[in-house]
């Protein structure tokens, strides 16, 4: 059974750092790209950041670019999100996600598909990412 568990999250100041952890159990983690999604209060969900199987390669959401760096630890089946220079507007929940490859999902199609589309295949359960002073 395919499952996604996050650990991380909680509350920092503004200009602070988190690292977000999601580690996958129950399927052949290299085949799928991940993704980090996040859903502020009263908004949609969207994704800021993705990662590809394949080649590694990587999405970002413009407002986080340059802030947010997303990795890929394949012999440990885990991802992480480390997020820096965190602001207020970063304050939402956040869920990893994953899909699988496919031949047409790969590389940069396949970030852009899960990160920008929402193409998302599994969830992990959520957790709360809270930028305040």
């Known amino acids: 059974q395919l499952q996604l568990v996050q650990s991380g999250g909680g509350l920092v100041q503004p200009g602070g750092s988190l690292r977000l952890s999601c580690t996958a159990s129950g399927f052949t983690f290299d085949h799928y790209t991940i993704g980090w999604f996040r859903q502020a209060p009263g908004k949609e969900r969207v994704g800021v950041a993705c990662?590809?199987?394949?080649?590694?390669?990587?999405y970002y959401a413009d407002p986080v670019k340059g802030r947010f760096i997303i990795s890929r630890d394949n012999a440990k089946n885990t991802v992480h999100l480390q997020m820096n220079s965190l602001k207020i507007e970063d304050t939402g929940v956040y869920s990893c996600?994953?899909?699988?490859?496919?031949?047409?999902?790969?590389?940069?199609?396949?970030?852009?598909?899960?990160?920008?589309?929402?193409?998302?295949?599994?969830w992990g359960q959520g957790t709360q990412v809270t930028v305040s002073s």
């Open positions: 990662i590809s199987s394949v080649d590694d390669s990587v």
């Open positions: 996600a994953a899909t699988q490859k496919t031949t047409a999902l790969v590389g940069t199609a396949s970030v852009l598909a899960v990160c920008g589309l929402g193409l998302v295949g599994s």
